[in-house]
Nanobody, 118 residues
């Protein structure tokens, strides 16, 4: 079955850095667009960064210039490098794999907590 396993979350001070990883199995990774979403308490889940199967990336305005998404198709893994972190980056971060056949198909990881606090 499909599994997306996130790792790398934790507690970091404002201005610090974290790197999230998401290892995918059960899918042909290189065909999927990959994304990182986050959900803070009391808020809706939002797209943070995405990278297409062709390697084109896009970012939410709030993280542009601070976060970098990348992928390693050989390892079936997508990464999110987070720099200059702010308290408002605190959330549960979810990995997403998406592909369109006749309809859109989404797979989700279980989420990893990221807390930015002094």
């Amino acid at each position: 079955q499909v599994q997306l396993v996130e790792s790398g979350g934790g507690l970091v001070q404002p201005g610090g850095s974290l790197r999230l990883s998401c290892a995918a199995s059960g899918i042909i990774f290189r065909f999927y667009d990959m994304g990182w979403y986050r959900q803070a308490p009391g808020k809706q889940r939002e797209l943070v960064a995405a990278i297409t199967s062709g390697g084109t990336s896009d970012y939410a305005a709030s993280v542009k210039g601070r976060f970098t998404i990348s992928r390693d198709n050989a390892k079936g893994t997508v990464y999110l490098q987070m720099n200059s972190m702010k308290p408002e980056d605190t959330a549960v971060y979810y990995c997403n794999a998406m592909i369109r056949f006749t309809t859109r198909v989404d797979y989700w990881g279980q989420g990893t907590q990221v807390t930015v606090s002094s």
